[in-house]
Nanobody
């Protein structure tokens, strides 16, 4: 199985920054997509962004221009740099990983335990 461990969450004022980290371990394919999702109180989990092993990243419209996803393949680690944070960014942030088996075939996602991000106004 795959294990994912997030870190870096905390309390920050609006306009501030945080950097989240997620380390993957276990039975990991070298070709995989890692990403971040979040869930605010009373809301469904939503995708924040993803990044492939090759470094191609995609973001939700709500975070474009403010958040940056990066990864270190040698360390099996993905990062989420969050700048210009807003109170509406408050949520539990979850790391995820999907194994890529072919051009358009991915496995089911693995999830981390989540890390709390709270943005005060």
């Amino acid at each position: 199985q795959v294990q994912l461990v997030e870190s870096g969450g905390g309390l920050v004022q609006a306009g501030g920054s945080l950097r989240l980290s997620c380390v993957a371990s276990g039975s990991i394919f070298s070709d995989n997509e890692m990403g971040w999702s979040r869930q605010a109180p009373g809301k469904q989990r939503e995708l924040v962004g993803t990044i492939t092993s090759g470094g191609s990243a995609n973001y939700a419209d709500s975070v474009k221009g403010r958040f940056t996803i990066s990864r270190d393949n040698a360390k099996n680690t993905v990062y989420l740099q969050m700048d210009s944070l807003k109170p509406e960014d408050t949520a539990v942030y979850y790391c995820n990983l999907r194994k890529r088996y072919s051009d358009a075939v991915y496995g089911a996602p693995y999830w981390g335990q989540g890390t709390q991000v709270t943005v005060s106004s």
